[in-house]
C-alpha cells in the first residue's frame, strides 16, 4: 500500500475556535494509482492533501495517522517531515504558475533545491532534459527566468520538478482549475504518464471538477465538510454512486449533450454547515433528500462491496 | 444607510485600541485648549527664578531664564496641534484629490497629474521653506502650517494613486459604472470608503510629519517669528544644555506630548482598519 | 436587439503604446428577442472584452455597436445612464462585484437612488422581494448580511436580481458561474434560462462548452479575436467544422465518455510566417499555406465557418 491514512484530523485554529476541516478521515492509495479527491470548496480536500506535506499554523495536527509505504509519516512534525518532502511525498501547488522566483533561472533554481536534497544537478541534467521532454518543454528553458515564460510552461516546470527525486506520492492541487480545456487535457494526459513511467508510484489529484476525474483517476473519493461520503472505482462513483450527495453531484453536473430545454438539470438547494460548529450526525442532513431521524447519529464507513465504500444510513434507499 | 452608520459607530465604540488612541489625542487636545486658562503666566513671561524643579508654583519647573514650563508647554501644545492639523489637512486633502483623479480618469489627465506631482516631489522642500520664511518678515503659526501642507502632498497622491488604481479594477466599480453614476460620486462612495482607513493614516503621517517639519523649521531659527511651539521649547533646551544640566522638565515633555501625540493616532489607526473592516471585526 | 458590426479592440501596451495588441478583431453578431447566445472561447479570445464593450465600459478602436437601431457611441451622460437602464451585466467574480465594506443589500439601493428616486421605501421594498424571488431567494437569508457572509451562488443570484429591478432586455453574463460550486452552478443557469422565457436578452461569455451547450440557442466559437465558426448550437455542436472547434470539444472532459487520444496541439510561439494566415493555422493539423485569414463561411442556414476546407474536416 504506497499510502494508508487512519482517522486524520486536521483543524484550522482561529480565534472563534477551531475549524474542523478534515475530520476524520481513512482511506488507502495503492502503488500505481491516481486517486481523485473532490468536493466543493471548502470541503477540506485541499487541507487534506496540504497537511500530508506541510502541516503548519493555522493548520493543527489533532489526531490519525499516515503510513507511507509502511513507515509512519510523522505529519505532525515540522521539522521531521522536511527529510520526506520532496522525495517520499511531493506536491504540484494549485498556483503552480507563480510558485517559482521570477528572478532566478531555472537551472539555479533546480540546482540549489537538488544540492539542498544531497543530489547534483551536473549528474542529474541527463534525466532533467528527458523529463523536460517529456512535458513538451525544450531544454534551453534551463536558461530562462521563469518570468520568461507563460504561465502554463512554468506550470509544467513545476510538474517536472516537484517530480525529480520520484517521490513515492504526488499530490496534485487543483492544477487544472485554472486553465483551458487544452491545457487541461495535456497536463491530465502528463499525470498519467508520469504514473505510467513510474516516475512517482501514486497520485492524489485534487479537484472539484469530476468530469476530469473520470479522465484521468483510478477512483475517486468524494468530501463533504470535513467528511468522507464515498470512496469507489471511478467507474462505480460515476456510473452507479450510491452516496444521495454524490447522486445529486453527478446529476448536476452540465454536459455537451444535455440542453435546459430538453432536460433540465437540478442544483442541490442549500450550502455546506459551517465546520466551526458542525451538526450532529451526518453533515448532509440538511440538505439532503432522504434524511430521517437516523441521520442525527453519525453514518459509518461501510464497505459496499470491495474498494467501494459509503457513509450513509440510507445505501440504496433512493433510486432515481 | 442609517443602520450601517450606527453599527460603525457601535464597533468603534467597542474597539479598544481605538478607545485608547482616541482618550489620549483628547487628552493632549484638552490640555492644548484649556490648559492656557490654567497657565498663570505668558510663555515667554520671566516668571520667576530659573532652574527650578517642577513645584507647587511652577508645575512643570522653569527655564534657564526663568521662564515658566508650563505655560510654554500648553501654549505650544496649541500650536503644534494647530500646524498638525492645518498643515496635514491641507497635504491630506490635495494628496487625495490629486491621487484620486489621477488614478481613476487615467490617461491623459493621470500623466499630467502626475508630472506635477512628480515636480513638487522633486523640489526640496526645507530649502523652499527656508527661502519663504526668510523673505517673509511676519511669520505666524498658521502661515507655516500652510507652507509645509502644500509641500507636503505629493507622495500622498502617489500612493492614493496606486491605491485607486487597484481599487478600479474591481467589479463592484463596473457595478457601479452600470448603474449610471458618475465618476466623482463612483470616487466617493464606493472608492473612498474602502480607503477611509488608509486616508485616515495618511492624515496621521501627515500631522505627524506636519509637527516635526515645523519642530525642525523651529529649531534653525525660521518658525514663528511670534508665539511658542513644543519645537520651538526642544530647540531651546537643547540650545541651552538642559539634558546636560538635569533640566529634564524642560526638555522631556515636549518631546513626551509629540511621540505620545503621534503614536496615540496610529493606534487609532489600527483600531480603525478593524472597524471599518467587517473581515477583522469578526475574529 | 443588439448587433455588433466589424468591432475591433487594440490595445496599446508597453512604453507610449508602442505595441499593439488586437485582443477583438472584426467581429460582427446580433441577438434578438429574448435568444441567448453564447460566446465560447478560451483565455485570451477576447470574449470578456466584447461583454465590456457592449456594456460601454471600455471603448471600441473600431466598428460599430447598435441597440435597438442606435448607436452606442452616441449614448453619453444621461442618455448611456438610459442604457444601462434596459443592458445590464453580472460579471465572473461575485465577491469582488460587492463594495467589500457595505452590506450587500447596497447594491438595489444603488439603482434605486440612480433610476427610481421618486419611489418611498416600501414601494421598492415590494421590488426588491420580487426580484429576490425570480432568482429563488429568500429574502431573511441575504438581505442585511455582508457579502463575506453569503456564498459565491447567492451574491450571483443577488447581482442578477439586481439587473431585474431595471427593465433590463439585454444582460452580459460574463463567466457569472465559473466561480461557482458544482452544487449551485447549475441552479444559477436555470435561472437564466428562465428570465430568457420572459423575454431576456443574454450574451453568456463562458470557456465551458458544456454549460453554452444547456443553454444557448446560438453559440459563437472565439479564437484570438476572430470568430471560428457561429451558429445554431446544435449545429455548432453536432456538426462542427472548424478544426478549432472540433479540438475543444475532443478535450472537454465528460463523464459519459473518455478522452480517446490525449492530444492537444497546443499553441507554442508567435510565428512570424503566420501574420495574414488564419488565426489557428500554427495549431491547425489541416493547415497549408494556402490557409488564410478567412472570413465566416455560410454553410448551411444558420451554420457559418472561418475555414475554407470546412468540407475536408
Not at chain 3, 51 to 61: N, Y
Amino acid at each position: 500500500m504506497a499510502l494508508k491514512i487512519k482517522d486524520l484530523r486536521i483543524y484550522y485554529q482561529t480565534l472563534r475556535g477551531d475549524v474542523k476541516a478534515v475530520d476524520g478521515i481513512s482511506f488507502q492509495v495503492k502503488d500505481g494509482e491516481i486517486m481523485g479527491l473532490a468536493g466543493e470548496s471548502g470541503c477540506g480536500k485541499s487541507t487534506l492533501s496540504n497537511a500530508l506535506i506541510l502541516l503548519k499554523p493555522p493548520m493543527k495536527y489533532i489526531s490519525g495517522e499516515v503510513f507511507l509505504n509502511d513507515k509512519k509519516l510523522p505529519i505532525d512534525n515540522y521539522e521531521a517531515m522536511r527529510a520526506n518532502r520532496f522525495r517520499g511525498v511531493s506536491i504540484i501547488p494549485q498556483y503552480a504558475m507563480n510558485a517559482l522566483n521570477p528572478i532566478r533561472k531555472l537551472k539555479q533554481i533546480i540546482s540549489d533545491l537538488l544540492e539542498h536534497h544531497g543530489e547534483s544537478f551536473v549528474k542529474m541534467r541527463d534525466m532533467i532534459e528527458e523529463r523536460l521532454k517529456l512535458v513538451e518543454l525544450d531544454e534551453k528553458v534551463l536558461d530562462l527566468y521563469p518570468i520568461e515564460l507563460s504561465g502554463g510552461m512554468n506550470q509544467r516546470m513545476v510538474m517536472v520538478i516537484s517530480t525529480l527525486l520520484n517521490p513515492s506520492l504526488l499530490l496534485a492541487d487543483e492544477i487544472t482549475s485554472a486553465l483551458d480545456v487544452s491545457s487541461q487535457k495535456a497536463v491530465s494526459k502528463m499525470i498519467v504518464e508520469f504514473r505510467d513511467r513510474k516516475i512517482v508510484r501514486s497520485v492524489i489529484f485534487v479537484t472539484h471538477d469530476i468530469s476530469i476525474l473520470y479522465q484521468v483517476a483510478d477512483s475517486i473519493m468524494i468530501m463533504y465538510a470535513g467528511k468522507q461520503v464515498e470512496r469507489a472505482p471511478t467507474e462505480t462513483i460515476v456510473k452507479n454512486p450510491l452516496h444521495p450527495y454524490t447522486k445529486l453531484l453527478i446529476s448536476s453536473l452540465p454536459e455537451v449533450g444535455i440542453k435546459y430545454s430538453q432536460a433540465p438539470l437540478k442544483g442541490i438547494p442549500g450550502r455546506p454547515p459551517e465546520l466551526l460548529n458542525p451538526p450532529e450526525g451526518c453533515r448532509f442532513k440538511d440538505r439532503c433528500p432522504v434524511a430521517s431521524e437516523k441521520c442525527d447519529e453519525e453514518p459509518p464507513l461501510v464497505e459496499i462491496e470491495p474498494g467501494h465504500q459509503v457513509a450513509c444510513w440510507k445505501v440504496g434507499a433512493i433510486d432515481d | 444607510m442609517k443602520f450601517r452608520k450606527s453599527e460603525i459607530l457601535f464597533f468603534a465604540l467597542r474597539n479598544t485600541k481605538l478607545r485608547i488612541g482616541v482618550f489620549i489625542v483628547a487628552l493632549f487636545a484638552f490640555l492644548a485648549i484649556f490648559g492656557p486658562y490654567f497657565a498663570k503666566y505668558e510663555p515667554q513671561d520671566f516668571a520667576g527664578p530659573g532652574y527650578n524643579p517642577p513645584s507647587g508654583e511652577y508645575w512643570l519647573g522653569t527655564t534657564t531664564f526663568g521662564r515658566d514650563v508650563f505655560s510654554q508647554f500648553v501654549y505650544g501644545l496649541r500650536s503644534t496641534f494647530l500646524v498638525g492639523f492645518v498643515g496635514g489637512s491641507i497635504a491630506t486633502f490635495i494628496g487625495l484629490f490629486v491621487g484620486f483623479l489621477s488614478g481613476y480618469k487615467g490617461g491623459l489627465a493621470d500623466e499630467l497629474l502626475m508630472m506635477f506631482t512628480n515636480i513638487v516631489l522633486v523640489i526640496p522642500t526645507m530649502a523652499l521653506l527656508i527661502i519663504l520664511a526668510a523673505y517673509l518678515k511676519y511669520r505666524g503659526v498658521f502661515l507655516e502650517s500652510v507652507f509645509i501642507g502644500f509641500t507636503a502632498w505629493p507622495w500622498t497622491a502617489r500612493a492614493v494613486r496606486s491605491q485607486t488604481l487597484s481599487l478600479k479594477t474591481r467589479e463592484f466599480v463596473n457595478l457601479a459604472r452600470i448603474t449610471g453614476m458618475k465618476p466623482l460620486k463612483i470616487i466617493v462612495v464606493e472608492i473612498l470608503p474602502n480607503m477611509l482607513s488608509y486616508v485616515f493614516m495618511v492624515f496621521i503621517l501627515q500631522f505627524g510629519g506636519a509637527i516635526l517639519t515645523a519642530a525642525t523649521l523651529d529649531f534653525i531659527g525660521l518658525g514663528p517669528t511670534q508665539g511658542i511651539s513644543l519645537g520651538l521649547m526642544m530647540q531651546q533646551a537643547v540650545l541651552w544644555n538642559a539634558i546636560q544640566l538635569g533640566m529634564w522638565w524642560w526638555a522631556v515633555p515636549p518631546g513626551i506630548a509629540i511621540t505620545a501625540i503621534v503614536g496615540a493616532m496610529y493606534f487609532m489607526n489600527t483600531g480603525l482598519d478593524e472597524v471599518f473592516n467587517p473581515k477583522l471585526r469578526e475574529m | 436587439m443588439i448587433e455588433l458590426k466589424d468591432i475591433t479592440k487594440v490595445y496599446s501596451l508597453g512604453a507610449f503604446g508602442k505595441r499593439k495588441l488586437t485582443a477583438v478583431d472584426n467581429v460582427s453578431f446580433s441577438i434578438g428577442e429574448g435568444k441567448i447566445i453564447s460566446l465560447i472561447g478560451e483565455s485570451g479570445s477576447g470574449k470578456t472584452t466584447i461583454g465590456k464593450m457592449m456594456l460601454k465600459l471600455i471603448p471600441i478602436t473600431k466598428g460599430q455597436i447598435l441597440f435597438q437601431g442606435k448607436d452606442l457611441s452616441l449614448f453619453k451622460g444621461e442618455k448611456l445612464k438610459e442604457y444601462y437602464r434596459y443592458v445590464q451585466g453580472v460579471f465572473q467574480d461575485p465577491f469582488s462585484s460587492f463594495n467589500p465594506i457595505f452590506k450587500a443589500d447596497r447594491i438595489f439601493e444603488l439603482v434605486k437612488s440612480e433610476f427610481f428616486p421618486e419611489l418611498t421605501g416600501r414601494e421598492w421594498q415590494i421590488h426588491v422581494l420580487d426580484a429576490l424571488e425570480s432568482v429563488g431567494l429568500n429574502p431573511k437569508t441575504v438581505l442585511n448580511k455582508f457579502p463575506h457572509q453569503l456564498s459565491g451562488g447567492q451574491l450571483q443570484r443577488m447581482l442578477i436580481a439586481r439587473a431585474l429591478l431595471l427593465d433590463t432586455k439585454f444582460l452580459v453574463a460574463d463567466e457569472i458561474i465559473s466561480m461557482l460550486d458544482a452544487s449551485t452552478r447549475i441552479d444559477v443557469l436555470n435561472i437564466l434560462a428562465e428570465l430568457k422565457k420572459g423575454g431576456l436578452s443574454i450574451l453568456f461569455i463562458t470557456h465551458d462548452l458544456s454549460l453554452g451547450y444547456y443553454i444557448s440557442d446560438e453559440s459563437i466559437i472565439l479564437y484570438r479575436g476572430s470568430v471560428m465558426e457561429a451558429g445554431k448550437t446544435e449545429k455548432v455542436f453536432s456538426t462542427p467544422l472548424h478544426p478549432y472547434t472540433r479540438m475543444l470539444l475532443d478535450a472537454v472532459p465528460r463523464i459519459d465518455r473518455k478522452w480517446t487520444t490525449f492530444e492537444t496541439p497546443e499553441r507554442k510561439a508567435v510565428r512570424s510566417d503566420t501574420i495574414g494566415m488564419c488565426k489557428y493555422y500554427d495549431r491547425c493539423p489541416l493547415a497549408t499555406k494556402e490557409c488564410e485569414a478567412q472570413g465566416l463561411i455560410k454553410v448551411e442556414e444558420d451554420h457559418h465557418v472561418a475555414c475554407w476546407r470546412w468540407n475536408d474536416v
